[in-house]
């Protein structure tokens, strides 16, 4: 499967973004997502991922509450969409698949697929 991600920029902090990564290919109901982060000089590190059916959704601790992950099966598309913005919420943002995960999964070595990345910066 092959992964575009985009709708990232420059936004004030308290600001919006929603990012968006469309899939390729007739199965992507049968793929857990995942979006990550990499800020400036760390590691890349999950920030929220949902089950192939959407059922199941898992937040890191940093954004609950202010991040959504969403997916529409019928457009192969998974959403993120950012709320209250931080500047602690900059990096680039990455979504990732999986089709051998039950649910989802918050290690970055369960996805095999990987799109470009999206810059975010949150500015103060």
């Known amino acids: 499967v092959q992964l575009q991600a985009c709708g990232g920029g420059l936004v004030q902090a308290g600001g919006s973004l929603r990012l968006s990564c469309a899939a390729s290919?007739?199965?992507?109901?049968?793929?857990?997502m995942g979006w990550f982060r990499q800020a400036p000089g760390k590691e890349r590190e999950v920030v929220a991922a949902?089950?192939?059916?959407?059922?199941?959704?898992y937040y890191e601790d940093p954004v609950k509450g202010r991040f959504t992950i969403s997916r529409d099966n019928a457009k192969n598309t998974v959403y993120l969409q950012m709320s209250s913005l931080k500047p602690e919420d900059t990096g680039v943002y990455y979504c990732?698949?999986?089709?051998?995960?039950?649910?989802?999964?918050?290690?970055?070595?369960?996805?095999?697929?990987w799109g470009q990345g999206t810059l975010v910066t949150v500015s103060s």
């Open positions: 290919g007739r199965t992507f109901s049968n793929y857990a």
């Open positions: 949902i089950s192939g059916g959407g059922g199941t959704r």
């Open positions: 990732a698949a999986s089709n051998r995960l039950t649910y989802y999964s918050v290690s970055r070595v369960d996805y095999d697929y």
